[in-house]
């Protein structure tokens, strides 16, 4: 027998057209013991059914894998629908003006909508971004920022997105509650 360096050997399974990977090494003094290998019986994992309804984590999840994940690894999901979204600019979401939204994109699932806005810094300061200064409190099923805080204008890190999910469309929703 020859000696051999571990080495790393691919297996493709017969059967199952399974991929396994197995370290083999060979020393001089070696041995002549048949290697078995044992496999667990294959069992059948069934998926658990799909609901209707995606629940906030869900809808917050797939807003940001739309805007984000590379095309080619995001999955279809019939459950997701986008919805045509009036875009301008507003500083009226976010209490204090150093803060700039602008809707993204939306996307309706069952009975609720989860929209993209993003998040600009208008001010020379960095801001740390706070869920109790959006307006509309009792509008949000949900908000998510991408990132919690924003560099100041201008800086690469200037802007992230937030994720707002709603009983109605963006547009119908009156987030202007409590202006002052």
Known sequence: MKAFKRTRIRVIGQETGQTYLLDLEASERGSFNVVEILLPKRTVIKKPKVSEQPDLVELSRYASQQIFSPRRIIKKDDRFNEVQLSKGKTKRLYRGGDVVIEPYRSWRAGDLYVTAVRVFNNSVYPIDLDFRMIRGQTAW??????????????????????????????????????IH
């Open 141 to 178: 099923k949900s908000a998510v920022f991408q990132h919690a805080r924003i560099t100041q204008k201008g800086s690469r890190a200037d802007s992230t997105f937030m994720y707002l999910v709603s009983a109605r469309p963006f547009h119908e929703v009156n987030y202007e509650e409590a």
